[in-house]
């Protein structure tokens, strides 16, 4: 089983940053794609961006630039560093795995929790 929790959203101002963090427990995360995707009110659920085993990340373009994601192999956490925030970021973010491919164009096979972002103009 894989279980996600995910820990640092909150609310900020537009152009502030936020840096949400993803621990996997009860899994070997070089065997997994990791990614974050988020959902806002009334919006189906959009890949935000994924790392591979091998390091390679991929993101969606409205947030090219702007967020990071990186990860810690040892700790088994996976992190999103996510600058220059717009009011249109505001979306529950889900740490998510998958084993079988590494693109955010589909549904991922495991997501946590979520965590709660909202930016504010």
């Known amino acids: 089983q894989v279980d996600l929790v995910e820990s640092g959203g909150g609310s900020v101002k537009s152009g502030g940053s936020l840096r949400l963090s993803c621990e996997a427990h009860?899994?070997?995360?070089?065997?997994?794609?990791l990614g974050w995707f988020r959902q806002a009110p009334g919006k189906q659920r959009e890949g935000v961006a994924a790392i591979d085993s091998d390091g390679t990340t991929t993101y969606t373009d409205a947030v090219k630039g702007r967020f990071t994601i990186s990860q810690d192999n040892a700790k088994k956490k996976v992190y999103l560093q996510m600058n220059s925030l717009k009011p249109e970021d505001t979306a529950t973010y889900y740490c998510?795995?998958?084993?079988?491919?590494?693109?955010?164009?589909?549904?991922?096979?495991?997501y946590g929790q979520g965590t709660q972002v909202t930016v504010s103009s």
């Open positions: 009860s899994v070997t995360v070089t065997d997994y794609c």
């Open positions: 998510a795995a998958e084993t079988h491919y590494c693109s955010i164009d589909y549904d991922f096979a495991y």
